[in-house]
């Protein structure tokens, strides 16, 4: 956890924040969004480089009609572009 009181990508009251979820914050220009998770590739927590972590979403339907899918596709997609590369 690093003390970042101010910093306007800290959501806590106590002005905290893990170190992977700023990393990831200022990559991305904003703050995470609250279904937004990120994800250590290699499974080693102390390991924040850039390089070794990736976004992840909880946000998903489990199954639902075709018709609601292709809505909720592209709200993800306003949301995140469609350049998986970015990501």
Do not use: C
Not at 4 to 10: E, T
Not at 23 to 47: C, F, P, W, Y
């Amino acid at each position: 956890m690093l003390d970042r009181k101010g910093h306007p990508f800290v959501t806590s009251k106590t002005g905290r924040i893990f170190e992977h979820r700023l990393i990831m914050s200022e990559k991305l220009g904003r703050t995470l969004l609250t279904d937004e998770q990120v994800h250590h590739k290699n499974a080693q927590r102390q390991d924040n480089r850039i390089d070794n972590l990736e976004l992840w979403s909880t946000n998903q339907p489990i199954g639902g009609r075709v018709k609601d899918l292709i809505i909720w596709a592209k709200e993800i997609i306003a949301i995140y572009g469609d350049d998986e590369a970015v990501f």
